[in-house]
């Protein structure tokens, strides 16, 4: 691949031609600020808060959308630049209720932190306040689209990465929305509430409904993980407070790219369900009573031990677990296997 | 899985999910893949859109159909003469890779005999799809430089399983689709550590990293590491077992994790058997159907309680983290193996998970270079023979596990059991996307609860018709070995004649009527079809 020279931020450059101003700032560890720029959905350049000054360009170009050229000097941070995205900030807050204090969001949206970042409080502008009812209709997340700024990641996520394309601008001026077809309850369309529009919405437009008020993000320890559920193995982060799970959010640079579908992002309630087994039980005159480890595995081991002496090893049988680790699945084949027998299988057949 | 050992040595998926943006044609068969595979199914649309070719072949008109170029729609059970008919149109256009054929390949002979008799015309009068849309099929994927082909249980779950694997391995071949990128035969795993099951030898006739127990040396080394003496004599898989059970020849069973009350075709046999034995031991998170019938009950820990390692579908390894600490007076799986093994006077000191991981990489070669901290974020593809061995994301290259990529000539055979006058409809068996399996943990999942929390058996607008009823009725759904009564769903998805049930949902379990029947060789049971009779109640 061929390389240009650009100078950022007074640091010399070498950058794969073809790059854009962002992708040459990331990789060289410069943070510039985006709201509906997402490196796997095709560019944008609607929110133009990642404008950047280039040496001798009369206006601030989107360096999201913006290629780099040889000999290019850009700057990140200039004055000019914080005063452009100052303005697009204002104008946000124009219409963006001050709900931080309650909102999900707080602690993880970008208009917030960029508001801290170049110091917006309010709105010179009076902006009408939009009233868009909240739709609250299905079990996994909320879409409050009041704080929306539209950007318009979660239409491109929902039409370019899931295919379900559920939803869509619709209207036009300060009346435009992002909504479904017929501007239904999202439950009514064709989402399949993979959850993917919800972690990539900068702020707090759409929310999902499990773990609410339960912890805010710098609160929760993120434990990497994998799905329980089916073979492709999408890796996420568990959001733990308190021993309780209260979210999940993707792990955007694993080999599933972050995506996922909605048993992975909602379906793990089920660990604190009513129904968890929670201790032994041993069946006496067809009922079950609760037991001691001890006593459950001691009955185990000598009923094993007094069938495989009366008929030996080959009358025991186990069925092992498509769902249980690696390290169990060998431990139980060792098991069966120290005993004598290689009657083990598991449901891999079925 | 025996099929694609017999052609190829291996039986995992040969290729990498990203090969998917690789790729000039995927072939997708037997597999609902938006539902099944969701985030792959995002995958193999993402790639149509960028220009890749879509062949889809399926009894129902699935999603991915919106996205396909050819959609085939066979009937249940006759995929071996799609196949066969497919390898005829491609060897007679002269679309085979006869190098590849010559230099990688054995057999071919064979497959050239069998597929002479396979015409389009002859298939289609079989499959019920049109020859010119057989035709089409063949030409798309002979003539790709790079093409993927997709299945899963769509393709096993029949008597004629391995055949149909098999046949699948044999287009594969021909058109030398193997060891290279974007290509392959890539059987999607359904459960998120099916693979790392079978890798791990929970199988009666291999250890870890298929070694084989018939393998004396193999055994040997087990027997020396592990302290004990071992049987070289195959065990039951596990539709024996239940038969064994019945007939008195096993005595006690220890299930752990799942389900096979519901799981299991023919259920009410299966807790016939469960019934017999003298003992049984399950060990599971939740009061499951199956754990109803045992002596004693375990409570183990989900998989956020614990540590551990999945493999993936793409025979990837990565970890499991702990988040949570043990709810009630549960344990870890492996925790409850180590102390009942102590008390049957096995001498087992492991104190984490990671001790069992070290113990299994030392004994199994594909797994010899990986270590839980070289999983890091991203995990590693096995085979992984070395600690600077980067893992290996496609099987097959330059050479077969096996020496050769071996063709077979296999023939089409009539499923089981096929409709006639008493039962008239063939009942087809798969999973949905909200949920999973027998339902254990979906169901007591609020949002995914939500979104679906009974059956509804698909039905074709005119099957419909015919017998009168309309959406959301109950029908009662009989076969040959039980009977269940469910809401309806009307969809010209399910074409005429065929009936689809998932076996989510315990009060309509599906698998009471479903056919026991076992492929010979690989023992899965054809749930793919049988055949049914619908009475309007
Ligand atoms: S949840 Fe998924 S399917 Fe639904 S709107 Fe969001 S991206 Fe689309
Ligand atoms: S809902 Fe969120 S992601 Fe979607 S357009 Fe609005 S701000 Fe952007
Ligand atoms: S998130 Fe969905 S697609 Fe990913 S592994 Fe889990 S069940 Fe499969
Ligand atoms: S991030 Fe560049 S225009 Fe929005």
Redesign the pocket.
């Known amino acids: 691949m061929s390389k240009v020279n650009i100078t950022i931020n007074g640091q010399a450059l070498q950058v794969d031609a073809g790059m854009t101003i962002l992708e040459a700032a990331q990789a060289a560890g410069i943070d510039i600020p985006t709201f509906c720029h997402d490196p796997e959905l095709t560019r944008a350049g609607a929110c133009r808060i990642c404008v950047v000054e280039v040496a001798g360009a009369r206006n601030l170009p989107a360096s999201c959308t913006t290629p780099v050229a040889e000999g290019m000097v850009i700057e990140t941070e200039s004055e000019r630049v914080q005063k452009a995205r100052r303005s697009i900030l204002e104008l946000i807050w124009a219409d963006h209720p001050h709900d931080c204090l309650t909102c999900e969001k707080t602690g993880s949206c970008k208009l917030q932190d960029y508001s801290y970042r170049y110091n917006v409080k309010e709105s010179p502008y009076k902006g009408e306040a939009r009233d868009i009812p909240l739709d609250d209709t299905n079990p996994?997340?909320f879409r409050d689209l009041n704080k929306c700024i539209l950007c318009g990641k979660?239409i491109r996520?929902?039409h370019e990465?899931?295919g379900?394309?559920?939803?869509d601008f619709m209207y036009r001026g300060f009346g435009t929305k992002v909504t479904t077809a017929f501007d239904d309850p999202?439950e009514e369309?064709?989402?399949?509430?993979?959850?993917?529009?919800?972690d990539i919405c900068p702020v707090g437009a759409?929310i999902p409904k499990q773990g609410l008020q339960q912890g805010r993000s710098w609160e929760v320890d993120k434990v990497l993980t994998t799905c329980p559920y089916c073979g492709c193995g999408c890796t996420f982060y568990l959001h733990v407070r308190n021993d309780k799970i209260v979210g999940v959010t993707p792990n955007f640079d694993g080999p599933m790219k972050g995506h996922l579908c909605?048993k992975g992002r909602f379906g793990w309630d089920f660990v604190d369900s009513p129904d968890r087994l929670q201790t032994p039980l041993i069946k006496k005159d067809g009922e079950f009573v609760e037991a001691s480890w001890e006593e459950a595995l001691d009955l185990i081991a000598a009923k094993l031990k007094e069938v495989r002496a009366q008929y030996g090893a080959d009358a025991i049988a186990g069925l092992s677990s498509a769902r249980i680790t690696n390290e169990e699945n060998y431990l139980f084949q060792k098991l069966l296997r120290s005993l004598g027998t290689n009657n083990v299988d598991h449901c891999a057949r079925l | 899985m025996a099929g694609l050992a017999t052609a190829f040595g291996s039986g995992a998926m040969t290729n990498t999910i990203d090969d998917i943006e690789k790729t000039e044609v995927i072939f997708v068969i037997g597999s609902n893949t938006t539902e099944n595979h969701p985030v792959i199914g995002y995958r193999i649309k993402q790639a149509v859109k960028k220009g890749a070719k879509l062949i889809v072949a399926d009894p129902r008109y699935i999603e991915l159909c919106d996205y396909a170029d050819v959609h085939l729609q066979i009937k249940p059970g006759t995929n071996v003469a799609l196949l066969n008919a497919m390898a005829h149109v491609i060897i007679k256009e002269g679309l085979a890779d006869e190098e590849f054929i010559r230099e990688r390949t054995e057999n071919y002979a064979a497959l050239r005999v069998t597929a002479r008799d396979y015409t389009p015309e002859y298939a289609a009068e079989i499959t019920g799809v049109p020859a010119e849309d057989i035709v089409r099929a063949a030409r798309l994927y002979g003539a790709a430089e790079a093409a993927m082909i997709f299945y899963t249980m769509g393709i096993t779950q029949h008597t004629t399983g391995t055949d149909n694997v098999l046949a699948v391995a044999n287009l594969a071949l021909l058109t030398g689709n193997v060891g290279k990128p974007g290509s392959g035969v890539n059987p999607l795993r359904g459960q998120n550590n099916v693979q790392g099951a079978c890798d791990m030898g929970a199988l009666p006739d291999v250890f870890t990293g298929y070694q084989p127990v018939t393998d004396e040396s193999v055994r040997a080394k087990f027997a020396k590491a592990w302290g004990v003496e071992l049987s070289g004599k195959v065990g039951l898989t596990v539709t024996d077992m239940f038969t064994a059970a019945g007939a008195k020849k096993i005595r006690a069973m220890y299930i752990v994790g799942e389900n096979p009350y519901l799981s299991d075709p023919d259920s009410a046999h299966v807790r016939q058997c469960m019934d017999t034995l003298d003992f049984l031991v399950v060990q599971d998170i939740f009061m499951t159907e199956t754990a109803q019938y045992a002596d004693v009950v375990l409570p183990a820990v989900t998989w956020a309680e614990k540590e551990g390692t999945f493999v993936n579908t793409e025979r990837r390894v990565q970890k499991v983290n702990q988040a949570l600490r043990p709810r009630g007076n549960a344990k870890a799986d492996w925790q409850i193996f180590v102390e009942l093994a102590n008390k049957l006077d096995f001498d087992w000191n492991y104190t984490c998970a990671e001790d069992i991981f070290k113990e299994i990489t030392a004994l199994t070669p594909s797994y010899a270079g990986i270590t839980y901290d070289r999983l890091g974020a991203n995990g590693i593809q096995w085979p992984c023979p070395g600690a600077d061995h980067p893992g290996t994301p496609i099987l097959h290259v330059g050479k077969f596990s096996k020496g050769f990529g071996h063709f077979s000539a296999v023939e089409h055979q009539d499923s089981a059991e096929l409709p006639d006058a008493d039962y008239p409809f063939i009942l087809t068996t798969g999973r949905i996307l909200h949920h999973y399996h027998t339902g254990t943990m979906t169901r007591r999942s609020k949002p995914l609860r939500f979104v679906q929390d009974e059956e509804f058996m698909q039905i074709n607008p005119l099957d419909a018709k015919a017998l009168g009823v309309t959406e959301c009725d109950i029908v009662k759904v009989s076969s040959r070995r039980g009977s269940v009564k469910t809401r309806l769903k009307i969809t010209d998805s399910v074409p005429p004649g065929v009936v689809f049930m998932t076996f989510h949902f315990k009060e309509t379990a599906a698998n009471l009527l479903t056919n026991p029947q076992t492929c010979p060789t690989a023992k899965i049971p054809e749930l793919k079809a049988c055949a049914v009779n619908i009475e309007k109640i």
Do not use: T
């Open positions: 996994f997340f979660c996520k929902c990465i899931n379900a394309g559920a939803i999202i369309s064709s989402c399949v509430f993979c959850g993917m529009c919800v759409l909605a």
